[in-house]
């Protein structure tokens, strides 16, 4: 029996992709988010020291790592009164958030609730057990057999920030439920338009002191550029991790010894963070203006790394325009929304390549 998946949307990129690459300057590419800038010494260093890793490691992480974790939590997310039983390092994000309704034993029959317009993960999490997918920003449309809910804030394509009531009546209603529901918060440490920064699923705030049926997942590959290393974890319901742990170890989903190691000098120094925010901060800050005086209206984006754009017009359309710039961006499709009218325009990419794209946009 194979799985019944979607074709792999990027691939109806690879046009525009050539057209682009044509381009007399070459292509610039703001189409993935994947970090352009290096990964942190101290990061590296760590890393390096940690190598002899002859033995097994934890699934559930040593105990430092899980303690870097819970201190995270309380001094970046003021989430506090985490123990090292609240929490579970994972390899990436990508992986837990595909593999979550199998962990949870979800199957047919059970809905799994995405946001309106989402990263296309939450759906084939889904799609590998044979659950519904239900997209819908509004908890009163979440039906009764809805077993899994994912948030995301900042939002992926869109940068939404979603507010302290917001999250709180989310919770609420998955807890009507009886569903898990987990807020993916992979950009937090992105957040372009408030003092205060983005909430958490976990705060206080949205949740008192109830942790119960409630995650949060966390990517490192943003804040600290460690894509390549695959760091990420989760953080909440001391009975739902539990439940992830189990099958994780029959599973074989172990973080390798030394990326353990990293993750534990990436949490603890924040100077890098910042070093990092601030690029990203300054490459938004000359290339929004760029893409609004060609014409775009630039929705949400908040947080996150990405600008959501449009021109009112259809999302395959402004990808054409982009590349025939020798740019490449994403269409609004790839993230369910209908009418696609937007397209994803990332910040990931170098210096130089962001000025070429202002310079190329001005035309």
């Known amino acids: 029996m194979s799985l019944e998946l979607p074709d792999f949307p990027w691939d109806s990129l690879t046009p525009y992709n050539e057209r682009a690459k044509a381009h007399s300057g070459g292509m610039v590419d703001l189409s993935i988010g994947s970090p352009v800038d290096a990964t942190p010494d101290v990061v590296r260093n ?6 002899d890793a002859h033995a097994y490691p934890q699934t559930m992480g040593t105990p430092a ?64 057990v044979g659950a519904t997918v239900v997209a819908s920003d509004d908890p009163a ?20 920030v979603l ?56 990517s490192l590959s943003k804040q600290s550029n460690l894509a390549g290393y695959r760091a990420a974890f989760a953080a909440g319901c001391s009975r739902v991790i539990g439940e992830l742990l189990a099958v994780r170890k029959h599973l074989g989903l172990i973080p390798p010894a030394p990326v353990q190691q990293a993750m534990i000098a990436a949490l603890e120094d924040e100077e890098h963070v910042a070093v990092q925010r601030e690029l990203y901060r300054a490459r938004r800050a000359r290339l929004r203006p760029a893409v609004e ?54 910040l990931t990419a170098t210096d130089p390549d962001i000025d070429t794209a202002i310079a190329r946009l001005a035309l």
């Open 46 to 51: 760590a890393l390096a020291a940690a190598t």
């Open 65 to 128: 790592l899980r303690e870097a974790i819970v201190e995270w939590f309380e001094r970046r997310r003021g989430v506090s009164g985490l123990s090292v039983g609240n929490v579970l390092p994972t390899i990436g994000s990508k992986e837990l958030i595909a593999l979550m309704p199998m962990l949870l034993g979800l199957g047919k029959g059970d809905v799994v609730v995405q946001p309106a317009i989402a990263y296309p993960t939450y759906a084939i999490g889904a799609a590998v």
């Open 141 to 160: 449309e979440w039906p009764e057999n809805t077993r899994l809910v994912w948030v995301n804030s900042p939002g992926n394509p869109d940068g939404r």
């Open 163 to 218: 507010s302290v009531d917001e999250l709180r009546a989310a919770v609420t209603r998955a807890r009507e439920l009886g569903a898990v529901i987990a807020g993916d918060e992979c950009y937090a440490e992105l957040s372009w338009e408030s003092e205060s920064g983005t909430p958490s699923i976990l705060d206080p705030r949205v949740i008192g002191d109830d942790r119960r049926n409630v995650l949060a997942v966390y």
């Open 293 to 346: 005086a060609a014409g775009y209206t630039v929705d949400h984006s908040e947080g996150g790394l990405y600008l959501w754009a449009t021109k009112g017009q259809d999302s395959w359309a402004s990808v054409a325009e982009f590349a025939e710039l020798g740019i490449l961006v994403v269409p609004g499709s790839f993230y369910n929304e209908k009418p696609a009218q937007h397209v994803r325009i990332a």
